[in-house]
């Protein structure tokens, strides 16, 4: 059996050969397949990997090992379905549960719990940080400051400590398997944004006021730690191996 005969048994036998772009078959005969969604998949993904591996195979510049998908149809195929079903679920959520409308606001009397917008909460949680605000002895027991000019420094140090991260790390790496230590930090930002936005609303939540105090400042760290163990741990197996060959600098030839 020759290797052409041996190429072709193979293409037709369900091994998972793609089979090149001349032989590619039409709408119809794509529409007409009892192969399942499954199938097309991986034979959609399979193309586009034997694509890429013939267009690095001939390029003669130093690049990346991805050269990325075409625009058509891959990208723009895989854009308007994720549009679709975004938009979609937006239409079905506005049907099935329209905003709720409460009473209107009394201008008399002032609400018991206020709250700003949902993506402010964070900031709103760190105003209320006066448990942390020192009372110095040297001074009679008062403190140093007000507790909303200490809330107003807490804003400044975690901005500023968000806008100087990027300077710090200064490495190519592209997914958070290649640096765990930055990585964990990242998720221990989030899980502060989130810890400190309940405490801002701590009035609402079923808890006691001084275990959610300490559980916003504990779990962030927690968190990160396991983060950057499983990070740790996934950097020796599958993950970490096709992350370094999809994003390091080939050598020149």
Not at 169 to 194: C, L
Request: no cysteine.
């Amino acid at each position: 059996m020759t290797e052409d005969t041996t190429e072709d048994a193979a293409r037709t036998d369900g091994t998972g050969i793609v089979p090149p772009d001349d032989e590619t078959p039409t709408w119809r005969e794509r529409k007409e397949r009892t192969t399942g969604l499954s199938r097309l998949t991986y034979e959609y993904f399979e193309r586009s990997r034997r694509e890429d591996q013939d267009l690095r195979e001939e390029s003669d510049y130093v690049e990346r090992d991805v050269l990325a998908f075409p625009v058509w149809p891959h990208e723009l195929i895989r854009n308007l379905a994720l549009t679709s079903f975004f938009v979609g679920m937006i239409f079905f959520l506005a049907a099935t549960l329209p905003p709720h409308l409460g009473n209107p606001a009394n201008p008399s009397q002032t609400p018991s719990v206020i709250l700003p917008d949902w993506y402010l909460y964070w900031s709103f949680g760190l105003l209320k940080l006066g448990p942390l605000n020192p009372e110095l002895a040297i001074l009679g027991g008062d403190k140093l400051m007000a507790d909303r000019t200490y809330g107003v420094l807490a804003n400044v140090v975690v901005v500023g400590f968000i806008a100087v991260v990027p300077f710090l790390n200064k490495g190519s790496a592209r997914r958070p398997v290649e640096q765990p230590f930055w990585a964990s930090i990242g998720v221990m930002g989030v899980v502060f944004a989130f810890t400190i936005s309940a405490y801002s609303a701590k009035n609402l939540i079923p808890l006691d006021p001084h275990l959610l105090f300490d559980l916003t400042f504990l779990l962030p760290p927690l968190i990160g730690a396991l983060s950057y163990a499983v990070l740790k741990t996934m950097r020796e197996g599958y993950m970490y191996d096709l992350n370094r060959r999809y994003y390091k600098l080939r050598p020149p030839k």
